[in-house]
């Protein structure tokens, strides 16, 4: 059970990212009081929490509604996890990141910015919402469900946490290392998403025989 909550665990936080999504909340509450920052850092991570828990108890049932075999979203998830993979060695994923951010930033009206960007797409975003979803259905019985849950929670934590220490963070971290972690995390994320695609092949040839 350990090794699932860690496998859990490692995959949802490399998903999620809280180190990347700090310096993005950061510079996206410079004009904010200390309040209104963890303000804005709860709900935030409140609203991504109900969002990926929605998905989370109900992605099975809405996968067999649609026909869809878990070994198929194995494949697709895993494929999709790539990608995200890829993005996040050669840094794009940062750059789309801040792009959206400073698209934000620049428009006066919008004030409040603990839905959008922050719980969806950074935080509650297509991939960590297909990430929980396979998690979940790979899953078997209420134990190991509970696994998942718990490092879906234990990563939300860490979230928040670093959300609300984002600028201390930013200046003791500096850019510099948050880019060699987010290449790292990268490469370990690609491996998993290979993982996931090979499991997916394996029982699709197993079912057709």
């Known amino acids: 059970m350990i090794e ?3 496998s859990a665990f490692i995959t949802l ?3 999620i990212d809280p180190p990347g999504c700090a310096p993005i909340y950061a510079g996206l509450t410079t004009g904010a009081t200390a309040g209104q920052r963890r ?4 709900k935030a991570v409140g609203i991504a929490a109900v969002i990926l828990l929605l998905f989370a108890l109900v992605g099975r049932p809405l996968l067999h509604l649609l026909g869809i075999g878990l070994d198929a979203f194995r494949i697709a998830g895993g494929i999709m996890l790539f990608f995200i993979a890829l993005e996040m060695v050669f840094e794009r994923r940062t750059q789309r990141r801040e792009d959206r951010a400073r698209h934000v930033a620049e428009t006066p009206e919008v004030e409040d910015v603990s839905v959008f960007p922050m ?3 950074m935080i509650a975003g297509p991939g960590s919402i ?3 979803m396979l998690l979940m259905a790979e899953a078997h019985g209420g134990v190991e469900r509970t696994m998942v849950l718990a490092a879906l929670a234990v990563t939300l934590l860490l979230m928040l946490g ?3 220490l984002a600028g201390p963070l930013m200046r003791l971290v500096g850019p510099e290392v948050e880019a060699v972690v987010t290449r790292v995390l990268g490469v370990l994320l690609a491996a998993l998403a290979v993982q ?3 499991d997916g092949v394996r029982g699709a040839l197993m079912a057709a025989r």
């Open 39 to 42: 303000t804005m850092a709860v």
């Open 196 to 198: 996931f695609v090979l």
């Open 4 to 6: 699932l909550f860690l």
């Open 119 to 121: 719980a969806m797409p």
């Open 130 to 132: 297909a990430t929980i």
């Open 13 to 15: 936080f490399v998903v």
């Open 162 to 164: 670093a959300l609300l």
